[in-house]
């Protein structure tokens, strides 16, 4: 881009420039230097080029025979308008008559006191928090209301670490009528416990309907549900050879056996065709390592699935410098309560435990522990004689039943093997 101006200069842009090439423009916060010239300008950059939120770090040094100023770009003392504004300079070539317009960035100097920190400093003063120094300069130069300020929160202080030490002292009471050993396994069952229901459906335990129990809007809202439509149309006109080859590939049985029952006709065969292609979007994303941004796009899953997908069941991770997508083992443990919540509603609120746990796959054990921290009841197969139990399903299945269901939470302990 050349723009031609009056004094026949023309204005030449740079074009993108990355940040070791942008010009330095420098603000002093205690004035104008006078003698800019005498000055010597360092700048230092982050050493970390891998990590994406380091690597633009830079710190400048301006030297001078009576004081040094030192500004950076990040931290409390950096001017925020650099992420809110962008800077441009021009320089003047006179021979050519050209400016050349160059991308730019804001340092504000502030000058520092040679031999101000730990030369003079006593030992005692290196160990002083911000907060000490602060109640030190209130005791020495501040007004009469800070001081009064400053005595009633040490008086508070003071009335908090005997509160301390009275909890600490009532804490070792309760170990030592109860046990090291005992609370500690408290402790763990309870925290198993918080952690699972973190990652449970939101749950109305006091619905009137199994139906309201986990809503269904709250596993897919009404605009989610909507933009499922043409990839549910998809998946309810499979052929039985499609069916057949999903079925020998694995990881879809669920889906499978559903597409297999689904309704004939009529909005309830729309419905089912829609969670059927949802839950095999569920059940593909556990069977994955890593995700990117491409996550279902062969299968045709739109945008908004893609991004609840990424959003709800997957964590963000540093990886080369790059961010990444991965499914934790806590994340694993949601996506199976959801996969259930599903479930049941695709079927009458009863879902099969022992095709599910295959497709996303984890332990039968890890299954039943997301169904009964679901409140689920476990169905037991009645037993039969031996050419019946060839005909009957032997599946482990859970269905939902008013009032929920409170299991005990247990804990095993393996015992050591002895050495002969």
């Known amino acids: 881009m050349t723009t031609n101006m009056a004094a026949s200069c023309s204005l030449v842009c740079c074009g993108e420039e990355s940040d070791s090439e942008k010009a330095v423009?420098?603000?002093?916060?205690?004035?104008?230097?006078?003698?800019?010239?005498?000055?010597?300008?360092?700048?230092?950059?982050?050493?970390?080029?891998?990590?994406?939120?380091?690597?633009?770090?830079?710190?400048?040094?301006?030297?001078?025979?009576?004081?040094?100023?030192?500004?950076?770009?990040?931290?409390?003392?950096?001017?925020?308008?650099?992420?809110?504004c962008k800077y441009y300079v021009g320089v003047l070539n006179r021979q050519t008559m050209q400016m050349e317009v160059h991308s730019a960035q804001l340092f504000n100097m502030q000058p520092v006191i040679p031999g101000d920190a730990t030369e003079t400093a006593k030992p005692q003063d290196a160990t002083q928090t911000y907060r000490d120094k602060v109640d030190s300069l209130i005791e020495a130069f501040g007004t009469n209301k800070q001081k009064r300020a400053l005595s009633t929160r040490r008086l508070n202080q003071v009335g908090g670490d005997t509160l301390h030490q009275a909890v600490a002292k009532a804490a070792n009471t309760v170990i030592d009528q109860k046990g090291l050993e005992a609370l500690q396994q408290e402790v763990a069952e309870t925290e198993i416990q918080g952690d699972l229901?973190?990652?449970?459906?939101?749950?109305?335990?006091?619905?009137?309907?199994?139906?309201?129990?986990?809503?269904?809007?709250?596993?897919?809202?009404?605009?989610?549900?909507?933009?499922?439509?043409?990839?549910?149309?998809?998946?309810?006109?499979?052929?039985?050879?499609?069916?057949?080859?999903?079925?020998?590939d694995a990881g879809c049985l669920c889906v499978v056996k559903h597409l297999e029952n689904m309704p004939t006709v009529g909005e309830a065969r729309d419905k089912?065709?829609?969670?059927?292609?949802?839950?095999?979007?569920?059940?593909?994303?556990?069977?994955?390592?890593?995700?990117?941004?491409?996550?279902g796009q062969e299968e045709g899953c739109p945008r908004i699935i893609q991004n609840k997908l990424l959003r709800t069941f997957t964590v963000e991770t540093f990886n080369n410098g790059r961010v990444q997508n991965i499914l934790s083992a806590s994340m694993r443990s949601k996506l199976a309560a959801y996969a259930l919540a599903l479930l049941l509603h695709m079927n009458h609120m009863?879902?099969?435990?022992t095709l599910l746990h295959r497709d996303l796959g984890i332990t039968e054990a890890r299954m039943i522990e997301v169904a009964k921290s679901m409140g689920l009841t476990l169905i037991k197969q009645a037993r039969a004689k031996a050419y019946e139990a060839e005909l009957r399903d032997t599946n482990r299945h859970a269905s939902l039943v008013l009032p929920l269901v409170k299991y005990d939470q247990f804990m095993e302990r393996r015992k050591r093997k002895k050495m002969h």
């Open 25 to 84: 423009i420098v603000r002093f916060s205690n004035g104008s230097v006078k003698n800019a010239d005498k000055l010597d300008f360092t700048m230092y950059k982050n050493a970390d080029e891998s990590n994406p939120r380091k690597k633009s770090r830079r710190i400048m040094a301006a030297e001078s025979e009576r004081l040094c100023y030192v500004g950076n770009n990040f931290g409390a003392g950096s001017l925020k308008c650099n992420n809110l």
């Open 350 to 353: 009863t879902g099969d435990l």
């Open 272 to 295: 089912a065709a829609r969670c059927a292609f949802y839950l095999s979007m569920l059940l593909k994303l556990a069977r994955q390592k890593s995700i990117t941004r491409k996550f």
């Open 197 to 248: 229901a973190l990652h449970l459906p939101p749950c109305n335990a006091g619905a009137d309907k199994p139906e309201n129990v986990y809503l269904f809007d709250d596993l897919l809202s009404p605009v989610e549900f909507g933009a499922l439509e043409q990839a549910g149309s998809k998946m309810a006109v499979l052929t039985p050879e499609e069916l057949k080859k999903m079925r020998d």
